[in-house]
């Protein structure tokens, strides 16, 4: 009865707050709840689970410990054991470097070895016992019953590990753990006391001089401990290139040991610094709560409405995986390895690196310079610190090095949208970084300077033809920053050469084609074919990447119809059951490959042949299709915030088609509304009338209650605040825009 009684005065409460006009709606989720770290972790997409921050240092995050493609981020959600969790992971890439200093309990429980881990200790573990949240990780080793938790801060990676009652509890630090392209070239472990060790990893792979210090502090003493070097018993210290560390407790049971561990690639001064400026104490769930609170910061830049559950785990997700990279490289005094292989400081910012240019150029550097307008700076700055350590500014820079993978000299749109867009750093010391990486002995710069193309050459990775029109768009960055800048010769000269892609047109066959060094077309070509003169791509997939010219595109096609047919053959020429397609040509349609970086732009250029429906519908069925709320759920390697950006971007009905030019392509958005945190209390508001799954083409749109009469927007319209609003319905309404203008050549707004 009492019960009953309790239940009447609750319901008439209820009641009374209704009538009061009192809102009892539960409370609102955070927006980390939304967040699936496992996408991505199955099939192509190459993620981490792992806890780490916003462009932190440490990514701390489990291992299998098993090499292969399918592993290259240490993780793989098809697996079923778990060798240690180490400090250093990549995002989404296909580079098997880092997974540095691995830490794994035991305890008598278990002791089985195989050799597919390299006879490491391991775990079984289930994803019924195994969750993640930004900035947190968790999973049960089942074998050993010890409960692992993982956390970070910027530098800083924390575990928590509650065990059962075991004398024989052991704690494994092991420096000498490597798989795929990893491989340690010099280690070293020391005690400090009986709840502190230090020590280095030094290691190539990729990245051929990586360095990382370490300060690791236990909350519970060990008791004893033994060392190893190449597997037999050592004393400490030690160095080699593979050793460890076993540390030995007698836990009782529900006992916990919390771990905190410093990173730096400087020395172990920064790694203490790291340890001591972020962290105080050993309160794990302090340190995991302070973690949520920064990610959901950062999510709520971004505020979307939509009834679809599913679709919002896939925008925030998107988001979250936006900001794995670049990482911190600096210390929190400035001291950072250099590109030139020495100790530099980073006076008044904050160093970074993993500079995934090739891809990230296209859409997640224009998306920070939205959504990280205070970090952006700071980016710019440490592009133009490589190149003051190297003199030539990154390709594809990691952990202080640069491994010349890719192509292009892409961090010179990233540096020339960032000072389009108003951004304050050295402009002269930028431009002067641009030019000099633009005109370098190296790379076939110099034969591309002198034959205005590259030319078909002997090695796997020529690519000829990606090659000449990367750089062509990249010089074209560069004139449009020499006319600011009143540099009229500079100008003249690199807006020339950003036409060279016109030399590889073969007018008669309508296809941008390999070239030998005496001029002649190289015969036979099979545009579908996957040949060595495109980049990761084929002719048909790089025939559109000239987005400084899009209107000379058209015109070397034959016009817009042509043009029209061609695009439109883009996305219905399906690949035949015995062509032979490379691991990078997935999320197909016709011979787009979203699942790869040359393709993104594509679905965006019928907004300038005055088809804008068609743009509306590929966006669309790319969304809805290519991800997913799951681990399979990237249809393609994330590439450092690429694809995920590209997501975002789309999602929102925005593109940047030319990432340096500072507007956006229009297409149909994904949600009914979206709120976006710019400078300030300003906000830019996106608003879809009559959205439904059927309701995908766009009817008309409004820019802060007037008429809108081009198919994109300006960076200036966003940042300065507003309302953008799509009136929505379910046909093609082509007609209503033939009249739309789209954003001129050698123009930036």
């Excluded at 410093?262 to 995991?288: H, W």
């Excluded at 088809?611 to 069925?621: A, D, F, G, N, V």
Aim: with cysteine; hydrophobic share 35%.
């Amino acid at each position: 009865m009492k019960s009953f009684y309790l239940y009447i005065i609750f319901v008439l409460s209820l009641y009374s707050c209704k009538q009061e006009g009192i809102d009892v709606k539960s409370p609102e989720r955070s927006l980390t709840s939304y967040v699936n770290t496992f996408i991505g972790t199955d099939g192509p997409g190459n993620t981490y689970p792992g806890a780490t921050l916003p462009f932190g240092m440490v990514q701390l995050s489990p291992d299998i410990g098993i090499p292969g493609w399918d592993r290259i981020a240490g993780y793989y959600y098809k697996d079923s054991i778990i060798s240690g969790f180490s400090h250093t992971h990549l995002s989404g890439t296909g580079a098997g470097d880092l997974y540095d200093i691995l830490v794994m309990p035991t305890n008598s429980k278990f002791s089985e070895k195989i050799k597919e881990n390299n006879y490491k200790p391991f775990s079984k573990f289930s994803h019924d016992k195994e969750s993640a949240t930004p900035g947190y990780y968790t999973v049960d080793l089942l074998d050993y019953e010890i409960k692992a938790e993982l956390t970070a801060t910027n530098r800083v990676g924390i575990h928590r590990y509650t065990f059962p009652k075991d004398s024989l509890t052991a704690i494994y630090v092991d420096l000498g753990y490597a798989i795929n392209w990893d491989k340690p070239t010099d280690t070293y472990i020391e005690k400090v006391n009986d709840h502190t060790i230090r020590g280095y990893r030094m290691s190539t792979g990729w990245a051929k001089d990586q360095r990382v210090y370490f300060v690791m502090q236990f909350s519970k003493p060990f008791q004893s401990y033994t060392v190893f070097k190449d597997d037999k018993i050592a004393v400490l210290p030690i160095q080699g290139k593979n050793t460890k560390i076993v540390l030995n407790y007698d836990m009782s049971e529900g006992e916990q040991i919390i771990i905190k561990t410093g990173l730096s690639t400087a020395n172990f001064e920064g790694a203490l610094a790291s340890l001591t400026t972020e962290t105080t104490d050993f309160n794990f769930d302090s340190y995991k709560k302070n973690a949520k609170t920064v990610w959901e910061n950062e999510l709520k830049k971004i505020k979307i409405t939509t009834s679809n559950k599913d679709k919002k785990s896939v925008f925030y997700t998107m988001m979250y995986q936006s900001m794995l990279a670049p990482t911190l490289l600096s210390d929190p005094n400035g001291d950072y390895k250099g590109a030139n292989d020495t100790i530099v400081n980073a006076k008044g910012f904050n160093r970074y690196d993993t500079f995934s240019l090739w891809d990230t150029f296209r859409a997640a550097h224009p998306l920070y310079t939205i959504i990280q307008q205070e970090r952006v700076p700071d980016m710019i700055l440490s592009l133009l610190a490589h190149y003051q350590e190297t003199g030539i500014l990154p390709v594809w820079s990691m952990q202080g090095n640069e491994t010349n993978m890719m192509i292009g000299y892409h961090a010179v749109p990233v540096i020339v949208d960032a000072y389009f867009k108003g951004f304050k750093f050295d402009a002269e010391l930028a431009y002067k970084a641009c030019k000099e990486s633009a005109m370098v002995n190296d790379r076939q710069i110099d034969v591309y300077q002198d034959l205005g193309y590259i030319p078909v050459g002997q090695h796997h990775e020529n690519w000829s033809v990606s090659k000449t029109m990367e750089y062509a768009y990249d010089d074209w960055c560069i004139a449009m920053f020499a006319k600011d800048l009143g540099k009229k010769e500079d100008h003249d000269y690199f807006l020339k050469r950003s036409e060279n892609w016109k030399n590889l047109y073969n007018d008669k066959r309508s296809w941008l084609q390999p070239k030998d060094t005496l001029g002649s077309f190289i015969e036979p070509f099979i545009p579908k074919e996957y040949t060595p003169y495109f980049c990761e791509s084929n002719a048909w997939q790089y025939y559109w990447f000239v987005p400084q010219d899009i209107e000379g595109l058209i015109q070397k096609t034959g016009g817009e119809e042509r043009f029209t047919q061609k695009l439109d053959s883009m996305f219905s020429y399906v690949p035949e059951p015995g062509d032979k397609l490379p691991i990078f040509s997935t999320g197909m349609i016709g011979q787009y490959a979203h699942g790869n970086e040359p393709s993104h732009h594509v679905a965006y250029l019928y907004n300038y042949i005055n088809q804008p429906s068609k743009t509306q519908e590929l966006t669309r069925r790319i969304l809805d299709k290519q991800y997913k709320n799951e681990p399979n759920g990237h249809c393609g390697n994330e590439d450092c915030g690429q694809m995920s950006s590209w997501y975002v971007f789309s999602s929102l009905g925005l593109y940047p088609v030319n990432p340096a030019q500072g507007v956006y392509h229009l297409t149909a958005p994904l949600f009914k509304s979206a709120e976006i945190q710019v400078l300030g209390d300003k906000t830019f508001i996106i608003r879809a009338k009559h959205l439904s799954d059927e309701n995908k083409y766009v009817k008309s749109i409004m820019l802060n209650g007037k008429p809108l009469d081009r198919m994109f927007i300006t960076h200036k319209e966003i940042i300065n605040g507003g309302v953008l609003e799509f009136e929505m319905n379910n046909f093609p309404n082509d007609s209503l825009f033939i009249k739309a203008t789209v954003p001129k050549p050698n123009k930036i707004y």
